[in-house]
C-alpha cells in the first residue's frame, strides 16, 4: 500500500512540479565539514570489500588461486543481524556520527546528509558521480537495513522530466529509476535543486550493501548517467559558494575522520604538501602512479598500469598486478586463496611498507596498516589468517587507491587545475 502511495505521489508531482530549474546554492564564501565515522557494529570483511571493488569497476577475476584445504572461512551470516537503521535511533555525541545496526560491506564509512529534510546515511564516493538514495518507491521488504528517503514527506522534491539514471556493474548489478531535485544539506551547507537519483528498481547484491543507503557522488561530470542531460554533482553545485573550490579528506585508523569542504586546514597536516596534476578525462580522480618499492627494497617500474585513482568509495588497494606479486612475496606464507578471491596469510605475519608514487612523491603505506581484516582460520595450525588491504586490479586500466591507501594522508580534491594535493596527516 505504501508503495503504491509513493508511485502515485511521484506522478502527481511529476506532473505538476517537474519544471527544469535553476540550481540554487548557499552560504556563498565559506566552508564546512561533515564527520566521516566508522559504524560502532561494521565488520571489516576482505573478500567482500574486494568483490565489492570490482563489481564498480566491473572487473572480471582471471585468476583463482588455490583451493585450501586447511583454510575455513568466517561465516558472516554467524557475526551479526541485520536489521532496520532508522532516525530514531540514537546518535552519540559526537556530531555527524552514525550508529545502526550491524552490517558486512564495502562502505565502511559513512556520513550523514540531510536530503528534503530527512537525514540519510550515505557513502562519500570521489570514483563515481551520481548521487542517489535508497526510497520509499523500493519495495517495502527490499529497504529492510536501510534509511530510505520519502519524495512524498519532503516539500521541495520535484520530478525531473524526462529524466532517468542507470548505474550497471561488471557484475550485472544495478540501480535504475527515475530523478527528482530537492534540497540536500552535508555538513549545514545547502544545494536546491540537487539532481538525485531515485531508484525504482535495485539488484539484491546491491540492497545487500546495508552498510550504506545511498552513494554521493564526488567524481567529474563525464562518468554522470543520468539522460538525457548529465547533471552536476554537489561538489560540483557549491564549488562556486565556497571560500576555496577544494574537499580534503583526513581519514582516521581509528574508524573517524572528516571531510571538510572549502578550506585547506593547515592544522590537518605537517611538513609540505605535495601536488599532483589530475586528468579528469575518463571522470575520475586520475594521476600517473608509475614506481614501486617494497620494504626498504629499490625503486621498481609499473609497467602494467602506470595510472591510478584516489576512491574514497573503495575499502582497499587494488594495484598492478605486479606490485600485489612483487608485495606478497615478501610475505612469509602468503597465498593467493580461490576461497577468499585473493591474498591472505598468517594474521601474525610480518608486513612489509609499500611505497607507490603519486604523480613525482613516494607515499609509504605502513605494513601495519596493510591487513584489511581476518578472514578465517588454518584448521592445521591454529593460526587466524588475515585478508591483505591491497590486492590485483587484474590489469584493468588504472589502479584503484581507496582507503587503506587514503588513511596515510591528508587528501586534498582540488577543482583547480584539477590537482590532487597531498600530506602528512599531523
Given amino acids: 500500500m505504501h508503495l503504491l502511495q509513493t508511485l502515485a505521489f511521484l506522478l502527481l508531482v511529476y ?15 565559506r566552508s564546512f565539514k561533515v564527520d566521516r565515522v566508522r559504524r560502532a557494529d561494521y565488520v571489516a570483511h576482505g573478500p567482500t570489500a574486494l568483490r565489492n571493488a570490482y563489481r564498480k569497476f566491473g572487473i572480471v577475476p582471471t585468476s583463482f588461486g588455490l583451493d585450501l584445504e586447511d583454510f575455513e ?77 520519502d519524495p512524498s514527506k519532503s516539500p521541495t522534491f520535484k520530478v525531473m522530466q524526462d529524466a532517468e ?17 530537492d534540497t540536500v544539506n552535508i555538513g549545514g551547507a545547502t544545494v536546491e535543486n540537487q539532481a538525485i537519483g531515485i531508484p525504482l528498481e535495485v539488484s539484491p547484491s546491491l540492497l545487500e550493501d546495508q552498510a550504506s543507503s545511498g552513494l554521493v557522488g564526488l567524481g567529474f561530470l563525464s562518468i554522470s548517467t543520468i539522460e538525457p542531460k548529465k547533471q552536476p554533482t554537489f561538489f560540483g553545485n557549491v564549488v562556486p559558494t565556497l571560500d576555496e573550490p577544494v574537499l580534503t579528506a583526513s581519514l582516521k585508523t581509528d574508524g573517524v575522520g572528516e571531510y571538510e569542504f572549502g578550506i585547506i586546514d593547515t592544522n590537518k597536516y605537517k611538513g609540505k604538501m605535495a601536488n599532483v596534476t589530475v586528468d579528469p578525462s575518463n571522470g575520475f580522480w ?43 612475496a615478501e610475505v612469509k606464507n602468503s597465498v593467493f586463496a580461490s576461497d577468499s578471491g585473493g591474498y591472505i596469510y598468517p594474521c601474525m605475519s610480518e608486513m612489509p611498507n609499500l611505497s607507490i608514487a603519486v604523480g613525482g612523491t613516494m607515499v609509504v603505506v605502513p605494513g601495519s596498516m596493510m591487513t584489511f581484516s581476518p578472514v578465517g582460520t588454518n584448521t592445521t595450525t591454529g593460526e587466524s589468517m588475515c585478508f591483505g588491504g591491497i590486492q590485483s586490479n587484474q590489469g584493468v586500466d588504472v589502479q584503484v587507491f581507496g582507503d587503506v591507501f587514503l588513511k596515510t594522508l591528508f587528501v586534498v580534491f582540488d577543482h583547480r587545475g584539477p590537482s590532487l594535493g597531498i600530506a602528512t596527516p599531523a
Fill in 15 to 29: 506532473h505538476a512540479r517537474s519544471v527544469p530549474a535553476p540550481l540554487r546554492p548557499q552560504l556563498k564564501g
Fill in 73 to 149: 572461512p568466517i561465516n558472516l551470516k554467524d557475526t551479526h543481524p541485520a536489521g532496520n537503521q532508522t532516525d530514531n535511533e540514537p546518535e552519540p555525541e559526537r556530531t555527524g556520527t552514525v550508529s545502526a545496526t550491524s552490517v558486512q560491506s564495502n562502505a565502511q564509512f559513512v556520513s550523514p546528509v540531510i536530503i528534503g529534510g530527512q537525514k540519510i546515511i550515505m557513502t562519500f564516493d570521489t570514483g563515481s558521480s551520481d548521487f542517489w538514495v535508497m526510497n520509499t518507491a523500493i519495495p517495502e521488504a527490499e529497504q529492510q537495513g536501510h534509511t530510505v528517503f
Fill in 165 to 181: 539514471f542507470q548505474i550497471r556493474y561488471g557484475d550485472s548489478s544495478y540501480a535504475a529509476g527515475m530523478v527528482g531535485t
Fill in 286 to 328: 586520475q594521476f600517473p602512479s608509475t614506481e614501486f618499492a617494497i620494504g626498504d627494497g629499490p625503486r621498481q617500474t609499473i609497467t602494467q598500469v602506470p595510472t591510478a585513482i584516489a576512491d574514497t568509495g573503495t575499502s582497499i588497494i587494488m594495484a598492478s598486478p605486479e606490485v600485489v606479486e612483487a608485495y606478497y
